[in-house]
């Protein structure tokens, strides 16, 4: 399935239901492709939906239909997987910032595996989850990411083999190690080096006594947007290879924690354009402003990080550069400025432009009321 280009069935959608814009239209169909697809290079692997990339009930639901687990950030996403009738057993509650009260509710409702990174986190988990199953999440280079996650979680080698030792003595059970390469990762040599650490905790750690049997290899697997990115199947060569060198027959069973690469291709956004100026002066860069910005739905375009493929109602004429901006009062809501975009120059207030694979980290970042505008709608199809 071509994932590159809107889906027929979401843009028959925008045809015939005409939904109030701005909006989200996730094709459900692409997102059960891509869980087979990623199913069929990894089958070994449990595979943990990174719930925070889209929420969604008919997106989680989807997937657990196809058999998969669930990667939790929050005791909201734990709920709204029970609401769903999704087990326990399919759980990780895989953030290491929670409160000691989330862990032991989570705990309670029988959520057994839990990850962390810090001491701390370590004798939160031992009073609140006794008897869990925790795993260590290692510090690593995001070099090749274009959403880094470095130094905010993870901690250095040494330092994952004392906790782990140290959450056998606390009563726990120390079952592996994670890490993430960083999200939108665009290289697939990034997993060599974290894989070939993991080994060497795995080993130090059986000299102790403590056998580890579990690496998460996070997620980072990409959606497309303006930056080409390799296949699915470069990914899982290089993992595999990494897996088999470092680790040989004493593999550990491995989980994999896909958001971005699920959801993203399945998702559209349609803005509608409340005004194109043109500012300081005449002959500069128009400003087309959408009624979706910074706030309401592409916060990953600080920084102008994650470039979207855009399309507008106006396609097929003459174009010329813009600085593409959000509706709010706010002046850091700039969607685009520096990269280079250009827009037909017949564009004009009542238009629309789509930014293409914006099923992640759209409508789940998206702001209660900022400037007092609505939270994004999402149409899931």
């Known amino acids: 399935m071509d994932t590159t280009h809107p889906s027929e069935r979401i843009d028959r959608f925008l045809a015939v239901e005409r939904p109030a814009l701005p909006c989200i239209v996730v094709d459900l169909d692409i997102v059960r492709a891509r869980y087979m697809a990623l199913h069929k290079q990894f089958p070994a692997a449990s595979i943990f939906y990174a719930v925070k990339a889209n929420p969604a009930p008919h997106i989680i639901a989807a997937l657990a239909d196809l058999g998969a687990n669930f990667d939790l950030a929050s005791p909201g996403e734990i709920e709204r997987c029970r609401a769903l009738g999704i087990s326990a057993a399919r759980l990780?509650?895989?953030?290491t910032i929670k409160h000691e009260r989330d862990i032991a509710a989570a705990h309670a409702a029988g959520i057994?595996?839990?990850?962390?990174?810090?001491?701390?986190e370590l004798l939160k988990l031992s009073r609140a989850a006794p008897g869990a199953r925790v795993f260590c999440r290692l510090l690593v280079r995001n070099q090749g990411a274009e959403w880094p996650l470095t130094h905010k979680f993870g901690c250095d080698q040494h330092t994952a083999i004392e906790l782990l030792l140290r959450a056998r003595a606390l009563g726990l059970r120390p079952v592996g190690v994670s890490f993430h390469v960083g999200s939108q990762q665009t290289d697939p040599r990034q997993w060599i080096a974290p894989i070939g650490q993991a080994a060497e905790i795995f080993r130090a750690c059986a000299r102790d006594g403590v056998d580890l049997s579990l690496?998460?290899?996070?997620?980072g697997l990409p959606a497309n947007y303006r930056t080409l990115i390799p296949d699915l199947a470069a990914y899982a060569e290089t993992i595999e290879t990494a897996l088999t060198a470092d680790f040989g027959a004493a593999r550990p069973h491995i989980l994999v924690e896909p958001g971005r690469h699920l959801v993203g291709d399945a998702g559209l956004m349609r803005a509608g354009v409340v005004l194109v100026a043109e500012r300081p002066h005449p002959g500069g860069p128009r400003w087309v402003y959408l009624d979706v910005g910074r706030y309401n739905g592409l916060a990953e375009t600080q920084g102008e990080a994650i470039r979207y493929r855009l399309r507008t109602s106006r396609d097929g004429g003459e174009t010329g550069r813009v600085i593409l901006a959000g509706p709010s009062c706010d002046s850091t809501d700039i969607i685009y400025e520096r990269t280079h975009y250009e827009?037909?120059?017949?564009?004009?207030?009542?238009?629309?432009v789509d930014f293409l694979s914006t099923g992640a980290y759209t409508a789940s970042y998206a702001s209660v009321e900022f400037n007092g505008f609505p939270p994004i709608r999402t149409h899931c199809i």
């Open 112 to 120: 057994d595996l839990f990850a962390f990174d810090s001491a701390p």
């Open 92 to 95: 990780s509650y895989g953030n």
């Open 343 to 352: 827009l037909p120059l017949d564009l004009v207030a009542g238009d629309w």
């Open 215 to 219: 690496l998460n290899l996070g997620g």
